[in-house]
Protein backbone atom coordinates (compact mmCIF):
# COMPACT_ATOMS: atom_id res chain seq x y z
CA UNK A 1 0.00 0.00 0.00
CA UNK A 2 2.94 2.52 0.37
CA UNK A 3 3.72 2.14 -3.29
CA UNK A 4 0.45 2.76 -4.22
CA UNK A 5 0.19 5.85 -1.65
CA UNK A 6 3.40 7.04 -3.60
CA UNK A 7 2.51 6.33 -7.03
CA UNK A 8 -1.00 8.19 -6.21
CA UNK A 9 -2.45 5.43 -7.56
CA UNK A 10 -6.09 6.54 -5.52
CA UNK A 11 -5.87 9.99 -7.00
CA UNK A 12 -4.45 13.40 -5.74
CA UNK A 13 -6.26 16.04 -3.81
CA UNK A 14 -8.10 18.37 -5.62
CA UNK A 15 -7.34 21.34 -3.71
CA UNK A 16 -4.63 23.98 -5.15
CA UNK A 17 -2.95 24.36 -1.06
CA UNK A 18 -2.42 21.04 -1.02
CA UNK A 19 -0.03 20.40 -3.81
CA UNK A 20 -1.01 17.70 -5.91
CA UNK A 21 -1.19 14.99 -2.34
CA UNK A 22 -1.95 12.10 -2.78
CA UNK A 23 -4.83 10.51 -1.26
CA UNK A 24 -5.97 7.66 0.82
CA UNK A 25 -8.85 4.97 0.79
CA UNK A 26 -10.69 5.43 3.74
CA UNK A 27 -13.83 3.79 5.09
CA UNK A 28 -16.62 5.46 7.15
CA UNK A 29 -17.82 2.76 8.56
CA UNK A 30 -15.92 -0.85 10.22
CA UNK A 31 -19.30 -2.57 9.74
CA UNK A 32 -19.33 -4.16 5.74
CA UNK A 33 -22.16 -3.29 3.29
CA UNK A 34 -22.92 0.80 5.23
CA UNK A 35 -20.95 2.87 2.73
CA UNK A 36 -17.98 2.88 0.03
CA UNK A 37 -15.13 3.77 0.20
CA UNK A 38 -13.64 7.24 0.11
CA UNK A 39 -10.38 9.03 -0.47
CA UNK A 40 -8.46 11.01 2.41
CA UNK A 41 -6.38 13.91 2.30
CA UNK A 42 -4.33 13.75 4.95
CA UNK A 43 -2.65 17.62 4.12
CA UNK A 44 -6.44 19.10 4.62
CA UNK A 45 -8.10 16.44 6.53
CA UNK A 46 -10.71 16.28 4.08
CA UNK A 47 -12.51 13.09 2.35
CA UNK A 48 -13.19 12.65 -0.86
CA UNK A 49 -15.69 11.02 -3.09
CA UNK A 50 -13.48 8.61 -5.54
CA UNK A 51 -13.21 9.68 -8.93
CA UNK A 52 -12.98 5.79 -10.41
CA UNK A 53 -15.62 3.78 -10.62
CA UNK A 54 -13.33 1.30 -9.84
CA UNK A 55 -12.38 2.66 -6.32
CA UNK A 56 -16.21 3.73 -6.12
CA UNK A 57 -17.18 -0.10 -5.83
CA UNK A 58 -15.03 -1.03 -2.93
CA UNK A 59 -16.84 -1.72 0.07
CA UNK A 60 -15.30 1.20 2.90
CA UNK A 61 -15.13 -1.73 5.47
CA UNK A 62 -12.58 -3.49 3.80
CA UNK A 63 -9.90 -0.31 4.76
CA UNK A 64 -11.77 0.96 7.77
CA UNK A 65 -11.75 4.35 8.97
CA UNK A 66 -8.03 3.62 11.50
CA UNK A 67 -6.05 2.56 7.46
CA UNK A 68 -4.48 5.90 7.41
CA UNK A 69 -3.53 6.67 10.87
CA UNK A 70 -1.90 3.08 11.16
CA UNK A 71 -0.14 3.62 7.72
CA UNK A 72 1.31 7.04 9.00
CA UNK A 73 2.61 5.71 12.56
CA UNK A 74 4.20 3.02 10.72
CA UNK A 75 5.70 5.06 7.91
CA UNK A 76 6.11 8.64 10.04
CA UNK A 77 8.15 9.91 7.24
CA UNK A 78 5.27 10.14 4.81
CA UNK A 79 3.03 11.80 7.03
CA UNK A 80 3.04 15.04 5.06
CA UNK A 81 3.58 18.79 6.82
CA UNK A 82 0.99 20.77 7.97
CA UNK A 83 0.24 23.94 5.67
CA UNK A 84 1.09 27.37 7.39
CA UNK A 85 -0.48 28.86 4.12
CA UNK A 86 -4.30 29.67 4.08
CA UNK A 87 -6.44 30.37 1.46
CA UNK A 88 -7.15 33.99 0.98
CA UNK A 89 -10.36 35.27 -0.56
CA UNK A 90 -9.99 37.83 -3.59
CA UNK A 91 -11.57 40.08 -6.02
CA UNK A 92 -9.00 41.15 -8.68
CA UNK A 93 -6.44 40.23 -6.43
CA UNK A 94 -7.48 42.60 -4.02
CA UNK A 95 -8.13 40.94 -0.98
CA UNK A 96 -11.74 40.37 0.93
CA UNK A 97 -11.65 42.15 3.65
CA UNK A 98 -12.35 39.75 7.06
CA UNK A 99 -14.93 41.72 8.78
CA UNK A 100 -17.37 42.99 5.92
CA UNK A 101 -17.10 39.03 5.18
CA UNK A 102 -18.74 38.38 8.47
CA UNK A 103 -20.80 40.97 9.21
CA UNK A 104 -22.60 39.76 5.63
CA UNK A 105 -22.92 36.69 7.13
CA UNK A 106 -23.69 38.20 10.30
CA UNK A 107 -26.76 40.23 8.86
CA UNK A 108 -27.92 37.13 6.69
CA UNK A 109 -28.34 35.34 10.13
CA UNK A 110 -29.84 37.82 11.71
CA UNK A 111 -32.30 38.24 8.93
CA UNK A 112 -32.82 34.01 9.21
CA UNK A 113 -33.76 34.17 12.71
CA UNK A 114 -35.71 36.99 12.74
CA UNK A 115 -38.01 35.13 10.00
CA UNK A 116 -38.14 32.26 12.30
CA UNK A 117 -39.21 34.01 14.80
CA UNK A 118 -41.91 35.78 12.95
CA UNK A 119 -43.34 32.55 11.49
CA UNK A 120 -43.15 30.62 14.83
CA UNK A 121 -45.13 33.92 16.55
CA UNK A 122 -42.69 35.20 18.56
CA UNK A 123 -42.13 38.86 18.79
CA UNK A 124 -38.44 39.57 19.09
CA UNK A 125 -37.42 43.24 18.17
CA UNK A 126 -33.43 44.13 18.37
CA UNK A 127 -31.69 47.00 19.91
CA UNK A 128 -30.80 47.57 16.54
CA UNK A 129 -34.34 47.35 14.73
CA UNK A 130 -35.50 49.85 17.93
CA UNK A 131 -32.47 52.46 17.11
CA UNK A 132 -33.75 52.54 13.38
CA UNK A 133 -37.07 52.97 14.49
CA UNK A 134 -36.14 55.48 17.17
CA UNK A 135 -33.88 57.53 13.68
CA UNK A 136 -37.10 57.03 11.41
CA UNK A 137 -39.53 58.69 13.85
CA UNK A 138 -36.88 61.83 14.76
CA UNK A 139 -36.35 62.15 10.82
CA UNK A 140 -40.20 62.17 10.44
CA UNK A 141 -40.24 64.53 13.29
CA UNK A 142 -38.18 66.87 11.93
CA UNK A 143 -39.50 66.62 8.71
CA UNK A 144 -43.01 67.57 9.62
CA UNK A 145 -41.82 70.62 11.86
CA UNK A 146 -39.83 71.76 9.19
CA UNK A 147 -42.61 72.01 6.46
CA UNK A 148 -45.00 73.37 9.63
CA UNK A 149 -42.50 76.17 9.69
CA UNK A 150 -42.67 76.40 6.24
CA UNK A 151 -46.38 76.67 6.08
CA UNK A 152 -46.36 79.05 9.31
CA UNK A 153 -43.58 81.42 7.25
CA UNK A 154 -45.94 81.54 3.81
CA UNK A 155 -48.81 82.48 5.66
CA UNK A 156 -47.12 85.07 7.35
CA UNK A 157 -46.14 86.19 3.50
CA UNK A 158 -49.44 86.10 2.27
CA UNK A 159 -50.79 88.69 5.35
Sequence with gaps: MLEKYKKA????????MCEQQPLLPMG???????SAVKLYCAKCEDL?????????SIDG???????HNILFQVYPAIMPAKSV?????KVFGFRVHAVAALQRWQGAKRE?????????????????????YDEEEEEEEE??????????RSSQMQM
Design 143 to 152: EETAEDGEKQ
Design 112 to 132: EMQLRLRSAGVDASFVEDEEE
Design 85 to 89: RHYEP
Design 61 to 67: AYFGTSF
Design 48 to 56: YNPKSTRHA
Design 28 to 34: QHDSPNV
Design 9 to 16: EFGKCPRV
